[in-house]
C-alpha cells in the first residue's frame, strides 16, 4: 500500500553529549491515516516505529500527532537545528540556564565502601522535589531538574530574599527547603570548587530556620554509619554520598559520578493510564519504541487527590515481576516536575530468580 505524507516534524535535542533527533509524520494511504516515528543519535540511522497498527481517521491521528510532539518538546526537544534546549517551543521562556547534577544509583552493599571513605560524605536522600533557587538584588527565581522557571512558595521566597546573590541547590520538602549546594556566591561561578569548600561557604551565608535549612551532613567513618543506620530504622528513602573534591556537573553521568544515592526502598514515577473505582488507579511504564507496558494498580491514600488520566505518579514498590506488576505498590504523589520519559520501564528493580515473599513461603 503506498503512502503520501500528510504533515511531518522534525525535532533536534542537543545538550552536552546528546546530540539527537526525533521525526514524526501523519501519513495518508488508502483507508485513512497513520502516525510514524523514527529517532536517534543525529548523522546515524534512526530506529523507527509506528503509532498506529492500523488506518484512523485524520482526527484521530493528529490528535496522535500533537500529543508526541507536545512531549517531545516539553523534554527539551525543539525544531531549531541548533537543538538548544526548548528554543521555538512554547517554553523557551522558561529556560533558567540551571540544570542540576542528576544521580546515579549504588546497591546497598556498595555503600559500605563510601561510608569507610573519608573521600565521600553522606546526606540523607529526601522525597520532596529538586529545585535550584538563584537570589539576584532581592528577586527570587526557581528553577525544576529540567531547567525551567518555577514558583517558590512566597514565604521561602521571603526567607530567601534576605540573603547575599547566589544560586543554591535544594529539595522543597512541603514548606520547608532544604539545602545541600552553593553553586554560585554573587558573581563567583562555584561549580568547579571541591564540594567540601562550596558545603562550607553555604553554610556560611545560611542558618537554620522552620522554612530555610541545610542538609545535616556527616564526614566521618563513625558519623555517616550512625546517620545511616538512623535513617534506615526510621523507614527513610535513602541516602546521598557526595565525593568531597568533586565538582558540580549539570546532568546525569554515563555511570558513577562525584555524587551517588543509595535507596532502601524502590521507586518509580508511572503514568496513571487509568482511574478504577475504589480510589484506585493503573498504571503503566514505557519501552523504548514509547510503547505502553501496564504494571498494575495502585490504592490512593485518603488523605490525597486521586490523579487524572496520564498525570505522572510515584510509586513506592518492593520489586517488580518481569512482564508483570509491581509488588506491595504505595502511592506516593504526583510528580509535575518530569516528563513522560521518565516512565521508563528501566526504572524497575526486579525480583531475584528463585526469591520468594513470606506470603509466598506460606
Known sequence: MTSTVHTSSRLFYCDGSSDKEYHAAINEAEGGYT????????????????????????????QIYDKLIAEKTSKGYTPDGSGALFAMTENAARVSGLVPQLLNSIEEEHARRHIEDNAWCLQEKF???????????????????????????????????????????????????VLFDLLAQGADDLRSQPYRKRFESLRAIVGNTPLLSVAETMWSQEEKQSLYNAIAMRGGEGVVFKKADGASVAGRPASGGSQVKCKFYATCTCEVAAVNDQRSVRLQLFDEAGAPIA???????????????GALVEIRYLYAYKGGSLYQPSYLGERDDLSRKDCAISQLKYKPEGKQTDEEEG
Open 35 to 62: 502516525v510514524t516515528f523514527a529517532f536517534g543519535r543525529r548523522g546515524n540511522a534512526l530506529s523507527a516505529g509506528t503509532k498506529t497498527n492500523t488506518s484512523v481517521t485524520l482526527e484521530k491521528a493528529r
Open 127 to 177: 522525597g520532596g522535589k529538586r529545585i535550584m533557587a538563584s537570589v539576584a538584588n532581592g528577586a527570587v527565581t526557581g528553577s525544576n531538574r529540567k531547567g525551567l522557571c518555577v514558583s517558590m512558595p512566597q514565604e521561602i521566597s521571603d526567607v530567601l530574599a534576605l540573603i547575599p546573590d547566589c544560586v543554591l541547590d535544594g529539595e522543597l520538602l512541603g514548606d520547608k527547603y
Open 295 to 309: 504494571v498494575g494498580s495502585v490504592t490512593i491514600p485518603v488523605n490525597k487527590p486521586v490523579p487524572a488520566a
